[in-house]
């Protein structure tokens, strides 16, 4: 019998303790140990790490690069207690130059149209909170881990406001909500505590099983969701996500700025911070993210020049 699962739960409760999250990380490996299982592997080998990490065949290289890169990690620990284990070298799957994909920004019709696709879901819990969750995303920008990880002591509803705590980068951030967002939560708790009165967890969003989301699901769900309310990919690099919400948020906030004629240099420290970025740059990042945004972007410069050659 295989000793693969429980050296990897050893693995990652060893590295958790010592600070890391290694939320996909954790993912890709479960799924590398199940692949190894299935061949009846009991030891990692070259071959074994890279014929699993170069799949899919076609997959960007810095994918293919990523898996291997997290079976690496794995086989130094193992190797320390197994001599038979080999650790893929760092250049066998080198990542080459990574294309990151393209945003897909939606429209508020498309965003209507995804939520009222959950109406087709049988179960009205779980059809709630798929149409709540997807709005919150939406008005917030939160990220879809942040989203699922929120328990009810999170939400303040009556003080219109909730805490991420705990989210990427080790930080927390309180959110304040719009009055609509307050009303949507209310309406969904209320639902949500009459269906289902006792949970297994304190999750403000839950399972029909009364259990927390779980991140791959709501991804499968949510794709589902866009294709039956008509969304379909730009190109091969523009794809409906869920995390393409947080996109929109952040383009919309930046648009409604600059038409306001704001400052904007000086407010994107806000919306940084809410967005939990850990430095303002990475929000910079979302001025190339729409045309619209670069075409406001230049007629500022342009008008601020103008100015500047008046007599």
């Known amino acids: ?121 049988h179960s009205p819990l779980r059809a709630a909170t798929y149409a709540t969750l997807i709005g919150l995303l939406a008005a917030t920008g939160m990220r879809v881990g942040e989203a699922i990880a929120l328990d009810r002591d999170d939400v303040e509803c009556d003080m219109a406001l909730l805490t991420v705590r705990d989210s990427k980068f080790g930080k927390s951030r309180a959110l304040p909500l719009h009055p609509t967002t307050v009303t949507a939560l209310v309406t969904y708790a209320r639902l949500r505590n009459r269906l289902c009165p006792a949970p297994v967890t304190p999750a403000w969003f839950i399972s029909t099983t009364g259990t927390r989301l779980i991140y791959k699901n709501v991804h499968r769900e949510f794709h589902r969701l866009t294709q039956q309310a008509g969304l379909h990919a730009r190109s091969t690099r523009c794809r409906p996500r869920p995390h393409d919400l947080r996109h929109t948020f952040a383009v919309a906030t930046l648009l409604g700025w600059y038409r306001d004629g ?27 993210a729409a045309p619209e945004l670069l075409a406001l972007a230049a007629q500022r410069l342009q008008n601020s020049l103008d100015r500047q050659e008046r007599p």
Do not use: C, N
């Open 1 to 121: 019998m295989s000793t693969l699962p429980q050296a990897l739960s050893d693995y990652l409760t060893m590295r958790r303790a010592l600070g890391f999250k290694l939320e996909r990380e954790g993912q890709l490996l479960a799924r590398f140990v199940d692949y190894a299982e299935r061949l009846g592997a009991e030891h990692i080998t070259l071959e074994l790490a890279v014929t699993w990490a170069t799949q899919p065949i076609g997959a960007d290289r810095s994918w293919h690069s990523a898996r291997l890169s997290a079976v690496r990690g794995f086989a130094q620990y193992l190797s320390t207690i197994d001599e038979q284990t080999q650790i893929p070298p760092a250049d066998v799957l080198p990542p080459g130059r990574s294309q990151r994909a393209v945003p897909y920004l939606y429209s508020d019709a498309e965003i209507a149209a995804v939520m009222a696709a959950t109406d087709r879901i």
């Open 262 to 288: 704001d400052d904007v240099h000086t407010r994107l420290p806000l919306l940084s911070t809410y967005l939990g970025h850990a430095e303002p740059s990475s929000t910079y990042w979302y001025l190339a």
